[in-house]
């Protein structure tokens, strides 16, 4: 089955938020009202804040908040506290200003002793959550890195050949370097997956993922391919290389 995804450049970063908030809620209310829940996995880094900001504006009855399930793509293995982890900047973003019950928020368990532990961790809790030794959730946000990295896969790493693990502890090439991350296998049991990409410094990983030569141990997200296909939204920087007019749906 061709997965087909899609691709829509807004002006700059608050316009791309101001876009991507309506459909993240709308297949939120779709899923909670088809399958009684919406589960979505954060990006971290800083590209997702302005969305998870624009969410907090919604209206409060926009979003089924109590069949919501919030999950993470990838942490930093540091406190919850730390300026630095995923978790943090999520809560102060969006999380602490909408009323989804704590019992819905699922973040790494990073005060765990070691990072594999943590790891294990939540991955015993992702297959406790789904009921299914291979989850899959209805939507992943992911951000990119200059150097195409996805979550905390970074290229060349073995983590990108593994097969049994849903989530995994790296040693990553951005600091803080000792990172969790959903494995490929994960991502790709998901429904959806969104990349949100700003800024001229992502052009070119941008036109590698999307139009350069297949080679997904360089350009990590040539290896996301979810069920029912991926949405990269990007502003207008991020998309500066880029041949292929913006907003059609291609197979990939
Ligand atoms: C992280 C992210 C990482 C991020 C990219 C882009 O924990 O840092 O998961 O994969 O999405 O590095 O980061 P920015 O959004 O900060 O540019």
């Given amino acids: 089955m061709s997965r087909r995804a899609s691709l829509q450049v807004l002006p700059d970063p608050e316009r791309l938020a101001d876009a991507l908030a309506p459909s993240f809620i709308e297949l939120a209310r779709a899923a909670a009202w088809a399958r009684g829940r919406f589960t979505v996995a954060l990006a971290g880094g800083r590209t997702p804040r302005p969305l998870y900001e624009r969410l907090a504006r919604a209206d409060r009855d926009a979003l089924p908040w109590g069949r919501v399930h919030v999950f993470w793509s990838d942490e930093r293995y540091v406190p919850a506290e730390d300026p630095e982890s995923n978790y943090r900047m999520a809560r102060e973003a969006l999380l602490d200003h909408v009323p989804i019950p704590g019992t819905n928020v699922h973040p790494?368990?990073?005060?765990?002793?070691?990072?594999?532990?943590?790891?294990?961790?939540?991955?015993?809790?992702?297959?406790?959550?789904?009921?299914?030794?291979?989850?899959?959730?209805?939507?992943?946000?992911?951000?990119?890195?200059?150097?195409?990295?996805?979550?905390?896969?970074?290229?060349?790493?073995?983590?990108?050949?593994?097969?049994?693990?849903?989530?995994?502890?790296?040693?990553?090439?951005?600091?803080?370097?000792?990172?969790?991350?959903?494995?490929?296998?994960?991502?790709?049991?998901?429904?959806?997956?969104?990349?949100?990409?700003?800024?001229?410094?992502?052009?070119?990983?941008?036109?590698?993922?999307?139009?350069?030569?297949?080679?997904?141990g360089a350009s990590v997200a040539q290896g996301v391919k979810p069920v029912?296909?991926?949405?990269?939204?990007?502003?207008?920087?991020?998309?500066?290389?880029?041949?292929?007019?913006?907003?059609?749906?291609?197979?990939v």
């Fill in 108 to 216: 790494f368990p990073t005060s765990l002793p070691t990072p594999d532990a943590a790891a294990c961790a939540y991955e015993s809790s992702l297959r406790a959550f789904f009921r299914t030794p291979w989850p899959g959730f209805d939507l992943v946000l992911l951000g990119l890195g200059e150097d195409g990295h996805v979550g905390s896969l970074f290229p060349g790493s073995p983590a990108l050949r593994e097969r049994a693990r849903l989530v995994v502890s790296v040693e990553g090439a951005k600091p803080p370097r000792q990172r969790l991350t959903l494995t490929l296998p994960a991502i790709n049991r998901s429904a959806r997956v969104h990349f949100i990409v700003t800024g001229a410094g992502k052009a070119e990983a941008v036109r590698r993922a999307l139009e350069g030569p297949r080679d997904p």
């Fill in 228 to 251: 029912e296909g991926v949405g990269w939204w990007l502003d207008r920087e991020a998309a500066a290389l880029l041949r292929r007019a913006h907003g059609e749906a291609a197979d």
